[in-house]
């Protein structure tokens, strides 16, 4: 699933980042996660961002709203147990918005 890497936010090794997932909605969803989780990139606090990046999930189901997008729920907790920092682990997004899709 892309994200977008927003800010570094701690510098113990190797990194913690923050990276915003928008929903198909147009819900905003805050990820605090280790740079190498997110990105292959070598992330610091002085990289340019935002950045582009990368949270694993799962697709549980796939469907064409009224409108005719594809859309994808997704679940973050598999297989690396990454959930926003509000908790939530399930989220509808674009098709378009997954990683070798």
């Not at 928008?22 to 740079?35: L, P, T, Y």
């Not at 697709?59 to 409108?67: G, L, N």
């Not at 997704?74 to 990454?82: K, L």
Request: with cysteine.
């Amino acid at each position: 699933m892309s994200v977008q890497i927003e800010r570094y936010v701690d510098g113990t090794f190797p990194g913690v980042v923050a990276c915003v997932l928008s929903d198909a909605d147009g819900g905003r969803h805050e990820f605090i996660e280790k740079v190498p989780v997110v990105s292959s990139s070598d992330l610091r606090a002085d990289s340019s961002y935002p950045q582009a990046g990368y949270i694993a999930c799962v697709v549980e189901h796939e469907w064409v709203d009224t409108a005719g997008r594809k859309l994808v729920r997704i679940n973050t907790q598999y297989p690396w147990d990454i959930a926003s920092v509000s908790g939530v682990t399930v989220f509808n997004v674009l098709e378009v918005q997954l990683i070798g899709k």
